[in-house]
């Protein structure tokens, strides 16, 4: 498997490390009542199979973490976007 | 035995005279030779046995999907188990050894298991063998397991070396036939980069024994120019002897180069194997077509062989099959073994073709074929039988990724998938049976660019078959799989009994499942079992194809990175000084650290315990190097390291270093460290060895994935600064002479300072109040460089008291003493409370980890934290990973109330102590518990105390 | 028909044409009191022993492919107890003991060979989580040995123990542990639910989980729709997949683990050995193949596959263990999808949905666990309640911070 690095160019599986699902969001509240946000942030994955955004982190190579989509069923890589980037433009 | 060799012809040297020896007699072939044809042209036709029923067996293919001529090669640590004697090239001196057989291969005594072979159908080892329980693992089994298997491994360690190597390339071409070599010949013509990879010794795949015309001359001559013009490309890789075992994502591909394999031994730094990960922009399989054998009685008698391997081994290497051969045929494809046998002189006894109703049914003959009976009723005497029943293109690797290949009737075999333009099938691996659509496919395969080029001329000869499976009046034994002695009536009854799904059949029959992997069986197989359970043959499908193709030795895959290179060795910038001082060393993940300093005669706990007396008496310098240092800077620095630490850093002082503790997200402890402000904007954190690289990625992820608004960089420095301990009562005095300009007191150096200072006359150096050993101690960071230098002026300057060095034994145990938490207990599953750190975790702001600590089963008192341990009797060892017990309980798992991470012997106090985890531990102190060490032997009695076991009040560390 | 070497034999005279099936092939009824989701190890022990232990017969168990074509058929074929938490070892020790008396009571032979599984450490801090967990196998009656380097020499005196980088130091072996023919073991619990009147059905693929008033009615299947009381979930790694279909997600991601097979060898090592200083462990079947595998991928995935990296990793750790399988070589590699749960451990519980149970999360350790699963899962099944050795596996330990982490690693799936 080969993922595209924005900085490094196209580069192989065994430079990167998988931290999983990228869609989910770090809760802001510290509230008890948001309990539920936290164990779906901390614990609970949609685990798709096929289409799946992902955090992956370039460990081997410029240590930059990457917002990459890819299919699990398949493991084609669509595209990868330097996590930084992507949560500038948003 | 009646193979001989043909006086003239073929591509072998015979101007040589190669020596070697099967079976401990001697005979001889030429350079160019194969073992199996050197052995053919010896006479020689059994070869091995076969696995189940050690049936006598000889070569059935002239390639890599031979299930049958298997030998030990080589002897002693080079000797390799189950290699294909078609595979392997005559070198002179060549060792091989039959397997699987007792006595000898000609008499094998295990042959009597085909006298039960009517008990020993498909499946039979599941009904029995239960009975009486205890036999199973007592008799049957070890019977079983002596019985089975192949081959014998040696158990030495591989003399010889591999390599690894990576390749890139526009097009990679698998397979050197005349489609391969007209897509090389026409990519690289356009200046591609192009890699020709082919399993065999010589380029040229099937020109190499085919009898073919092509653009006026022989289709050998047409291959070896093309090849030579090849050759003479510098934008063209040419790969013979490469094995191209597997397609993985990323249409990266894997190789095995047999660099050595054709010499006794490879030359002085060359490698015997060659691993390639293989990167190709395009890629196309010229695997070739396999052909198939057909089921019948007999068809596994020693010279019953493929047609196009009989003919294999008479046009290209000169030896006979036999000298009177019959042809069983159900496509045009075997004329041409009668056409060269013809040719050669060799008599052909008799053509069966079932196209017209022939039919063999049986072969007769034990350790050689001596005759066949039709179905006719007719008898002819042969000594050797060319079979073909048809062709299959070799579509393994286009379904390596999941794709299944397609069932065609007309040539009547499975064809490769469509998996997209980075990877496409020619030639007869895509089903093409003429030469002319061969030469095509590979030419418009090698078009990247521009117009397509010419196709050469060519003689094409029609395929024709008439799909053919099973003789089912044969009254003998009929193979399927020939290593694992399946049979054409196994499959039936494993549809008859459930297991009709091909993949269920093929794991109760083992059909497909032995080193071949069925690539010659199984088509048969599924036909046969297609028919048995009412399914066409597409219904059916195949069973998964998988890497490797041919099978790929452990040495490749593991290159140099083996024995002491299996990892890289971390040495810290105190190395040298380490190795002055008489350090012993230990593995601390990838690091060498030094471990104790003995002195002669002093064993690992006497050097221990004296370097913590020397230490806390006077002075003692340890190597800290292996710490994690991570450089935080920015204006939000010290936001950013309130959200990773449970406590507070932004108001830590200018100059002061602060212990830290940082969670997982999940609220459980994740690692510790000192962390100081070296200036408004910039931090220093330090981590545990162990964690370092993990605590790096962590902060990454934090600011780049959580909160990219902060202003903050950081970079890991572990590598850039050597790290001294320097602790005791007199480190101060020690430290004094080295300090450039600075008086060293509790004023201008207080306990947590942190500073940037020079020493020794201008060089660059931090200094750190902290302790781990709970004396009085310092920190000092220099420029990795001159790590050594200053600790040989640290020693010096420490002479007058008696300076040590200490390793991490002495380390440990002062930790110990001081009831410090380290590896042992920070064991990512103890929270802050558990450690005693409850209080750090700050309510004022959000970190990570604070939600999830506030879980019930986090916060629960019964949670086992951190306690002292000793023993009652103050002489007794105690060790690591006993179990605590309440003194009246029983041991059960649910009596444990803890356990003991961490001990060591105390110098100061003169006994064994350690650290447990103990429920409720904190309310506990004082309580006599019960230890289960039943590993050891050992139960015994121990008292629960504060974990500080020594001077509780940290007067040492102020002093 | 009892399988013996009597029926054997009877077969033989008239030339094995008149066995029955193992199992029959029955088209799915309009209803049933249990559904099983998943013929693979753990769905077929759960009817097996629904139907032997809690007397219920109205059972189907659905399998999308063909049966045992999960993970019970590409594993490591390992069996052992020697966990280190409470909540985990009293359940793999249940499972033990089922392996021991498991070919007698289902009549198969499954070739349950308890020839040890020894663990090898290379540095103090190893040795010291080794006695632990050997202590705590020892603690509640379970076989656990500490071997020092010596005791290990005189096993296996070619392994590698001169490399000054990893030295080997010893190992923790437990003698009970051992390997199991694994295809075997779904097969013989099919033909054992399917005698006792489970109907086994293959070929029928979940769509669609039909919930009225938040209780399971049904399911809608590629062979129709099928009604049912209680649907039992048993999916391994497309645990996500179904469950989904009930609007649950799951504390789980799937991954990928890829194992390998050399070629046939006469007999080259007894027992399961592993490295503890990479990722490498290894056994050899009775047929002759060394089985070993190493380490996920490391990718979330739902492919059978892997690549060459982990490949590459856990060969070169091989070889570091065993010198001599340099010259050896690898046949096959394969990969399964593995149901890689957030703390590392299993669940088997309820769900909110009335009638809905959920079996999943079984990582790599799920084989071991067949016997087990299938006796907890039907014994929670049949009453509602969870068995007493599998009272951890509850769904609600993430919320309520009891999670069982037997490696530490905390919420990332693909490091446990």
Not at chain 2, 606 to 632: F, Y
């Amino acid at each position: 498997m080969l993922i595209p690095c924005p900085h490094c160019g196209t580069r192989p599986v065994e430079e990167f490390t998988f931290l999983g699902d990228a869609t989910v969001t770090r809760p802001t509240s510290l509230e008890p009542s948001s309990m539920d946000a936290w164990m779906d942030y901390v614990y609970l994955r949609d685990n798709p199979r096929g289409d799946y955004t992902e955090y992956v982190h370039h460990s081997g190579g410029c240590r930059a973490w990457l917002v990459v989509k890819r299919n699990t069923d398949t493991h084609e890589v669509d595209s990868a976007v330097a996590t930084k980037t992507m949560k500038a433009k948003t | 035995m009646t193979g001989f060799r043909i006086a003239n012809g073929g591509l072998i040297d015979r101007s040589t005279n190669l020596t070697f020896k099967f079976d401990g007699k001697s005979f001889k072939g030429h350079q160019g030779d194969t073992l199996a044809s050197a052995l053919i042209a010896s006479g020689v036709h059994l070869m091995g046995r076969s696995f189940k029923y050690h049936r006598p067996r000889g070569v059935i293919s002239a390639g890599a999907s031979e299930p049958n001529a298997l030998v030990e090669l080589r002897e002693g640590p080079r000797k390799e188990a189950n290699t294909r004697a078609t595979m392997v090239e005559l070198y002179d001196g060549l060792i091989a050894t039959s397997q699987n057989r007792w006595p000898s291969l000609e008499n094998d005594f295990l042959a009597i298991n085909s006298l039960a072979s009517s008990i020993f159908v498909a499946g039979f080892y599941y009904k029995t063998f239960m009975w009486p329980k205890t036999f199973w693992e007592k008799i049957y089994e070890p019977l079983i397991r002596k019985a089975a298997g192949l081959g014998t491994a040696s158990k030495e360690a591989d003399p010889d070396t591999y390599e690894k190597s990576y390749a890139h390339c526009d097009l990679l071409v698998i397979g050197s036939g005349p489609s391969g070599l007209m897509a090389a010949r026409t990519a690289a013509r356009s200046g591609a980069r192009v890699i020709l990879a082919d399993e065999g010794s010589a380029l040229g795949g099937s020109l190499l024994f085919e009898n073919e015309e092509i653009d006026g001359t022989n289709g050998l001559s047409f291959a070896q120019t093309i090849i030579a013009e090849l050759a003479s490309l510098p934008n063209v890789t040419l790969m013979p002897r490469t094995t191209i075992f597997g397609w993985f994502d990323g249409n990266i591909f894997g190789g095995l180069e047999r660099v050595n394999d054709h010499v006794a031994v490879p030359p002085a730094f060359e490698p015997r194997q060659r691993y390639w990960r293989i990167h190709a922009k395009r890629a196309v399989l010229a695997a070739g077509a396999e052909e198939r054998p057909l089921v019948f009685g007999g068809n596994d008698v020693p010279g019953v062989m493929l047609a196009s391997a009989m003919r294999h081994y008479a046009n290209r290497y000169g030896a006979a099959a036999g000298k009177s051969i019959a042809v069983f045929t159900n496509n045009n494809s075997a004329r041409r073994t009668v056409g060269d046998m013809k040719d050669h002189g060799i008599n052909i006894a008799a053509v069966i073709d079932t196209r017209k109703n022939g039919k063999i049914i049986n072969v007769k003959g034990g350790k050689g074929v001596k005759s066949i009976d039709l179905s006719d009723g007719s008898h002819f005497e042969c000594d050797a039988v060319a079979m073909s029943g048809g062709w299959s293109p070799i579509v393994n690797l286009m379904c390596h990724r999941g794709a299944k290949p397609i069932w065609n009737e007309i040539i009547a075999a499975f064809m490769p998938p469509d998996v997209g333009p980075q990877f496409r099938a020619i030639g007869s691996a895509s089903g093409k049976m003429l030469l002319s659509e061969c030469l095509n496919s590979g030419i418009v395969a090698g078009t990247l660019k521009g117009k397509t080029p010419p196709t050469p001329k060519c003689k094409d000869e029609a395929f024709a078959i008439q799909p053919f499976w099973w003789v089912k009046e044969s009254t003998s034994k009929a193979f399927i799989d020939y290593q694992n002695d399946a049979t054409a009536k196994d499959l039936p009854l494993a549809n008859r009994e459930g297991y009709g799904h091909v993949e269920l059949a093929k794991r109760y029959t083992t059909t497909g499942m032995a080193t071949d992997q069925g690539k010659l069986g199984n088509v048969n197989a599924i036909a046969i079992l297609a028919e048995a359970a009412g399914k066409s043959i597409s219904e059916m499908g195949t069973t998964t194809f998988r890497p490797m193709y041919t099978p790929v030795s452990f040495g490749a895959f593991a290159g140099p990175f083996t024995g002491h290179h299996f990892q890289p060795v971390r040495k810290t910038p105190l190395h040298d000084w380490a190795i002055e001082q008489g350090a012993v060393f230990v593995e601390t993940g990838l690091w060498m650290r030094s471990s104790w300093f003995p002195k002669a005669g002093e064993d690992w706990l006497a050097s221990a315990s004296r370097e913590v007396k020397a230490t806390r008496a006077g002075v003692g310098l340890c190597d800290v190097s292996t710490l994690g240092k991570i450089d935080i800077q920015g204006k939000d620095a010290g936001a950013f390291l309130d959200k990773i630490y449970c406590n507070t850093f932004s108001t830590l002082a200018i100059g002061k270093a602060r212990y830290g503790l940082m969670l997982r997200e999940d609220g459980v402890v994740f690692d510790d460290g000192t962390t100081s402000r070296l200036a408004d904007d910039h931090y220093l954190m330090t981590t545990t060895t162990a964690n370092a690289a993990r605590v790096m990625s962590h902060i990454e992820f934090c600011h780049q994935a959580l909160w990219p608004e902060l202003d903050v960089q950081y970079v890991s420095v572990t590598e850039q600064w050597a790290q001294m301990a320097i602790a005791g009562p007199k480190s101060r005095a020690t430290l004094q002479k080295l300090v450039d300009g600075l008086t060293l007191n509790d004023e201008t150096t207080p306990y947590l300072a942190a500073k940037d200072i020079t020493i020794l006359g201008g060089l660059t150096a931090r200094l750190f109040r902290i302790s781990f050993s709970g004396e009085h101690a310092y920190e000092l960071a220099v420029p990795a460089d001159h790590g050594n230098m200053v600790a040989r002026a640290i020693m010096q300057a420490g002479q007058e008291f008696e300076i040590v060095p200490y390793g991490v034994e002495a380390l440990s145990m002062m930790r110990i003493e001081k009831g410090h938490v380290a590896g042992g207990e920070l064991n990512g599953t103890t929270t802050a409370g558990d450690l005693g750190l409850g209080k750090m975790m700050s309510t004022k702001k959000d970190f990570i980890g604070r939600m999830m600590a506030t879980r019930e089963g986090m916060v629960d008192p019964a949670r086992q934290c951190v306690v002292g341990i000793r023993p009652v009797d103050r002489t007794m060892k105690i060790r690591s990973g006993g179990h605590l017990l309440k003194q009246s309980d029983r041991p059960s798992m649910a009596n444990d109330q803890g356990y003991i991470c961490s001990v060591a012997w105390s110098p100061m106090l003169d006994m064994w102590l350690g650290l447990a985890l103990l429920s409720n531990g904190r309310a506990r102190h004082g309580e006599v518990v019960k230890v289960f060490d039943g590993l050891r032997g050992h139960h015994y009695l121990a008292e629960i105390c504060d974990p500080v076991h020594f001077d509780p009040e940290n007067r040492r560390l102020h002093a | 028909m009892k399988y013996s070497i009597f029926s054997l034999l009877r077969n033989s005279f008239s030339g094995h044409k008149n066995w029955q099936p193992a199992w029959r092939n029955p088209d799915p009824k309009p209803e049933y009191d249990i559904i099983i989701v998943g013929g693979g190890g753990h769905g077929l022990a759960t009817a097996y022993y629904l139907a032997k232990e809690h007397g219920l017969k109205n059972i189907a168990v659905l399998e999308k492919s063909w049966l045992g074509s999960g993970n019970i058929g590409r594993n490591t074929t390992i069996i052992r107890s020697n966990y280190l938490l409470p909540g985990n070892n009293p359940f793999y020790e249940l499972s033990m003991k089922l392996w021991e008396g498991l070919e007698q009571d289902f009549n198969f032979n499954a070739m349950v060979s308890q020839r040890g599984v020894l663990n090898l450490c290379h540095t103090d801090a190893q040795r010291d989580a080794f006695a632990r967990r050997g202590n705590g196998m020892r603690i509640d009656g379970v076989d656990a040995e500490l071997l020092d380097a010596h005791a290990v020499r005189e096993m296996y005196p070619y392994f590698d123990f001169e490399n000054p980088r990893f030295p080997i130091k010893g190992g923790l072996l437990q003698r009970r542990g051992g390997t199991v023919r694994h295809d075997a073991v779904a097969w013989g619990f099919a033909r054992g639910a399917d005698m006792r009147g489970v109907d086994v059905i293959q070929g029928c693929e979940v769509q669609g989980i039909d919930i009225e008033n938040g209780k399971v009615v049904g399911v809608q299947t590629s062979r129709g729709a099928i009604k049912c009381k209680k649907l039992a979930l048993c999916a391994a790694g497309h645990s996500s997949e179904v469950a989904s279909m009930a609007g649950l997600k799951l504390p789980i991601e799937s991954h990928v683990l890829q194992a390998f097979v050399s070629e046939g060898l006469k007999p080259f090592i007894d027992g399961v050995v592993t490295f503890g200083a990479g990722h490498f462990y290894v056994s050899q079947s009775d047929k002759g193949g060394l089985v070993f595998g190493g380490d996920l991928d490391g990718y979330n995935s739902y492919a059978r596959r892997g690549n060459l990296p982990m490949v590459e990793h856990v060969v070169e750790a091989g070889v570091a263990m065993i010198p001599a399988l340099s010259r050896i070589r690898t046949l096959r590699s394969w990969g399964g999808v593995m149901d890689m749960s957030m703390d590392g451990s299993p669940i088997i519980d309820k769900t909110s949905v009335h009638g809905l149970y959920l079996n999943a999360g079984w990582c790599y350790g799920g084989f071991k666990a067949t016997p087990a699963s299938g006796f907890c899962y039907a014994h929670l099944i049949a009453k509602d309640e969870p068995h007493e050795v599998a009272t951890a596996y509850r769904l609600d330990r993430f919320r309520r911070g009891l999670v069982l982490d037997e490696k530490g690693q905390g919420a990332t799936p693909n490091l446990h």
